[in-house]
T-cell receptor, first 112, second 112 residues
Framework: AAGVIQSPRHLIKEKRETATLKCYPI?????VYWYQQGPGQDPQFLIS???????DKGSIPDRFSAQQFSDYHSELNMSSLELGDSALYFC???????????FGNGTRLTVT | GQNIDQPTEMTATEGAIVQINCTYQ??????LFWYQQHAGEAPTFLSY????GLEEKGRFSSFLSRSKGYSYLLLKELQMKDSASYLC?????????????FGKGTKLSVIP
């Protein structure tokens, strides 16, 4: 069965650079979520989209933005990167905004 | 806001039964979810409760008491591969209903 696909798997950036993370949800899933997970931490909700509209916003810094496109894929844009942004970034999708989330394998971002 | 509390670590023996507790405080409760996360991997959905009582799913069961703000995940016939972090997560109704808020997770070590 198709799963959530994230790219890239690993990303190394320097401070103050920008990064773009991509997410392709499971086909027919209408809700996409972004989570940030630091080492040894729980996943922190950043933002979600339902049917291409922002549905909820969590602890996403102003330096970050996200959108969902007409083909339902989503991108997380991160600017002015800081060392503290180093984390695993998970995208997840669901059908109808339920709590049953299907997570991608994540993008490991390292900021040096 | 939401407060989710679960033990940081637990150890149990292969073949045994273990119960992982979770207490929560939230406004507008709309479901309690359990996820399993192996180190460096994505969380995977295990079980959820919206109403009080026990939900059984093979070796995993989850219980909910909404009046007590309490849930537990029961794992039977423990296997070595069950060594992982178990995340309790709460979903709200109304504003903020799309986000799933995770607890800090319980790291379970299964020993021979």
């Amino acid at each position: 069965a198709a799963g959530v696909i994230q790219s890239p798997r690993h990303l190394i950036k320097e401070k103050r650079e920008t990064a773009t993370l991509k997410c392709y949800p499971i086909p027919r899933h209408d809700t996409v979520y972004w989570y940030q997970q630091g080492p040894g931490q729980d996943p922190q909700f950043l933002i979600s989209f339902y049917e291409k509209m922002q549905s909820d916003k969590g602890s996403i810094p102003d330096r970050f933005s996200a959108q969902q496109f007409s083909d339902y894929h989503s991108e997380l844009n991160m600017s002015s990167l800081e060392l503290g942004d180093s984390a695993l970034y998970f995208c997840a999708s669901s059908l109808g905004g339920t709590g049953i989330l299907h997570f991608g394998n994540g993008t490991r971002l390292t900021v040096t | 806001g939401q407060n989710i509390d679960q033990p940081t670590e637990m150890t149990a023996t292969e073949g045994a039964i273990v119960q992982i507790n979770c207490t929560y405080q939230t406004s507008g409760f709309n479901g309690l979810f359990w996820y399993q996360q192996h180190a460096g991997e994505a969380p995977t959905f295990l079980s959820y409760n919206v109403l009080d009582g026990l939900e059984e799913k093979g070796r995993f069961s989850s219980f909910l008491s909404r009046s007590k703000g309490y849930s537990y995940l029961l794992l039977k016939e423990l296997q070595m591969k069950d060594s992982a972090s178990y995340l309790c997560a709460v979903k709200r109704s109304g504003a903020g209903s799309y986000q799933l808020t995770f607890g800090k997770g319980t790291k379970l070590s299964v020993i021979p």
